[in-house]
C-alpha cells in the first residue's frame, strides 16, 4: 500500500479538550491540508452496548466503540480513497444522520477515547498525542457540556463519570499515556501546544509557514 497521508492520533478524556485541539488545529491550517476522523461516528447501535450492573447503558468501553471498522477506514485515506460514515447523533432517534465524506488528505487527524488502546488503530499513526487535564476540571467541562449539548441533569452525568468515564480513562486511556509523542496539558488552554503541532505539520506537508505582514 502506497503511504499518502500523515496520521495524527489524538487521544485524551472525556472533557480533556482533544475534540477542540483537533478543530482548532484544522482551522489554522491552509485548506485541503487536513482531513478529520472522529471515533465517536464509529459507535455501535444502542442495542449492540455492553449494560452496567445496574441496567445502565455503558458507552464508555472499548467494546461500544466498532474499532476494527476505523482502522480499514483509515488504512484507505491512507491509501488516497475517501470514506464515507453516517455521523453520530447520540443515539437521538430524532435526528436522522447525515452521511460524512471524508476525502484523503496529506494529513488525517484521527480523535477519540480509544484510538490507542486498539492495537491496529494505534500502529497506523505517524504521531501520538495525548492531551490531559486534571480529572475535576474534566468532570466540570463534561457537566457543562452534557448540560447544553444533550440535555443530561447533572445526577446522570455524575453517574455516569463515577460508574463509566473515570473507569474507562484510567483503564483504557492512561495505560497508553507512554506511548504518545506529545502530551498536552488543557489545564488553561492549548495555544503553545497547537503552535507546535500546526508548524510540525506544516512542515510534514512542505508547506511554509505562512508570512505574517507588519501592521
Known amino acids: 500500500m502506497q503511504r499518502g497521508a500523515y496520521l495524527v492520533g489524538v487521544a485524551g478524556g472525556s472533557g480533556s479538550g482533544k475534540t477542540s485541539l483537533v478543530r482548532a488545529l484544522r482551522e489554522s491550517l491552509p485548506d485541503g491540508l487536513v482531513s478529520v476522523v472522529s471515533q465517536d461516528d464509529y459507535y455501535l447501535p444502542k442495542h ?3 449494560v452496567d450492573p445496574n441496567g445502565k447503558v455503558n458507552f464508555d468501553l472499548p467494546t461500544a ?6 482502522a480499514r477506514d483509515l488504512r484507505l485515506l491512507v491509501g488516497g480513497e475517501p ?9 437521538n432517534d430524532a435526528i436522522e444522520p447525515r452521511w460524512l465524506e471524508v476525502k484523503p488528505s ?6 477519540g477515547l480509544f ?7 494505534r500502529e497506523l499513526f ?3 498525542v495525548f492531551i490531559e487535564a486534571s480529572e475535576q476540571s474534566q468532570l466540570e467541562r463534561r457537566l457543562r457540556r452534557d448540560a447544553v449539548e444533550r440535555g443530561y441533569g447533572e445526577e446522570e452525568v455524575l453517574y455516569q463519570w463515577d460508574n463509566h468515564v473515570l473507569p474507562a480513562y484510567r483503564n483504557y486511556l492512561l495505560p497508553y499515556r507512554h506511548h504518545c509523542d506529545l502530551h498536552v496539558v488543557n489545564e488553561a488552554g492549548f495555544q503553545r501546544a497547537l503552535n507546535v503541532l500546526r508548524h510540525h ?14 501592521v
Do not use: C, K, S
Open 48 to 50: 449492540q452496548q455492553q
Open 65 to 70: 466503540i466498532d474499532l476494527d471498522a476505523m
Open 83 to 91: 470514506i464515507y460514515r453516517p455521523e453520530y447523533t447520540f443515539n
Open 106 to 111: 496529506p494529513v488525517v487527524l484521527v480523535e
Open 115 to 121: 484510538v490507542l488502546h486498539h492495537a491496529p488503530t
Open 126 to 128: 505517524d504521531l501520538r
Open 201 to 214: 505539520l506544516l512542515q510534514v506537508a512542505g508547506v511554509p509557514e505562512p508570512v505574517v505582514q507588519p
